[in-house]
């Protein structure tokens, strides 16, 4: 039986160049306080043994712990995962949070957190505990949820609140919800279109409230009405359901649809269906989000591209730069998404 290759670790590195290990952590680390002699003959010795730096080596200079901590909602990821529908949220953030955290020697962990659990806060601090990370990614509910943003910003740790406008505590970062509701409805319109149905989002995401801002936005600047025309929903499919069969059996029926996710769009295609109303020919139909379901329904359909990789990326960019002490860009930080294009759209009938 072949013997397997000892690895060398970082005391092997220090023994061979005759240094403490707390000198070689200082190199590997980049530290200015080396002398460049001494990097010299540390990174020597890490070439010729092919020494590959390891987190708790980085570690030991007891300045940062090359983590970022990305927190997102327990109960709607499980769900996601269980119905097994092709949501891919978390698939996007570690794409775009793993890529950028690689370019810095850094490593990216995602903790599922129950924003309304009593013991939130409990939850968090066990987890920062345990980890420690440089910085922490909060993504919606809990970017706007008072508890755990008042709670981070005690920590002395940088942290980003993806989705949120407000800079009293944390970095916030948003996908510009306003522009983009505002750009699908403008869409709709240079079609033709008067009559154009929103279903909204939880109110519990304040990104919601945003996309409603948005459409209202561009109905007003074309001098259309939205009475009647907004139906909530939670981005259910059941709510989506429900929605649609509001918005479907006004008079007058709109001739087009924006729905605030992907889930609500494909209850929406399934409502017109039921109910003989072909689209696009009768019924124009956009989402939000463009996750793989959209792409191969009948038709497929047009979507709000949401940046999410992208802006996973920024906010792993701007942890690190406020663990350097690098200025950081002033207010809010915008990723901006478009419109993918499909067969769902068309002049009213």
């Not at 509001?246 to 029926?253: F, M």
């Not at 269906?273 to 329904?297: C, G, W, Y």
Request: net charge negative; with cysteine.
């Amino acid at each position: 039986m072949a013997r397997r290759r000892q690895a060398v670790t970082i005391k092997h590195v220090a023994a061979d160049a005759g240094v403490s290990l707390q000198t070689v952590s200082r190199v590997i680390n980049k530290e200015p306080s080396v002398r460049p002699e001494m990097q010299e003959r540390v990174q020597a010795s890490i070439d010729r043994l092919g020494y590959v730096p390891s987190i708790a080596a980085q570690r030991m200079s007891g300045s940062r712990s090359y983590l970022i901590l990305a927190v997102n909602d327990r109960e709607r990821t499980i769900a996601d995962w269980q119905a097994r529908q092709g949501t891919d949220w978390v698939d996007q953030m570690l794409l775009g949070g793993m890529l950028k955290c690689a370019e810095h020697g850094y490593r990216m962990i995602i903790e599922l957190v129950d924003t309304h659990d009593d013991h939130v806060e409990r939850e968090l601090a066990a987890a920062i505990a345990a980890l420690q990370p440089d910085g922490i990614i909060l993504t919606p509910p809990h970017s706007d949820n008072p508890r755990i943003v008042e709670f981070l910003g005690e920590q002395g740790i940088p942290f980003v609140r993806i989705g949120s406008r407000e800079n009293k505590h944390g970095i916030p970062l948003t996908m510009d919800d306003t522009r983009m509701a505002s750009l699908a409805t403008r869409h709709l319109i240079d079609h033709g279109h008067k009559l154009i149905g929103f279903i909204a989002g939880s109110p519990e995401y304040r990104l919601s409230a945003r996309r409603v801002s948005g459409w209202q936005a561009a109905m007003a600047e074309a001098s259309l009405s939205t009475d009647g025309l907004l139906a909530e929903g939670d981005f259910s499919y059941a709510s989506g359901e429900r929605a649609a069969i509001a918005l479907l059996e006004r008079q007058p029926r709109p001739t087009a649809i924006i729905a605030s996710n992907d889930q609500m769009a494909l209850a929406t295609l399934e409502v017109a269906r039921a109910k003989e109303i072909a689209v696009p020919e009768q019924l124009s139909l956009i989402s939000f989000d463009n996750t793989p379901l959209v792409h191969f329904t009948q038709p497929p359909l047009t979507a709000v591209d949401q940046p999410i990789a992208e802006t996973v990326s920024c906010a792993v960019d701007l942890i690190i730069r406020a663990q350097k002490g690098e200025p950081l860009p002033d207010g809010v930080t915008t990723v901006h998404g478009s419109l993918a294009e499909r067969a769902s759209v068309a002049p009213p009938a």
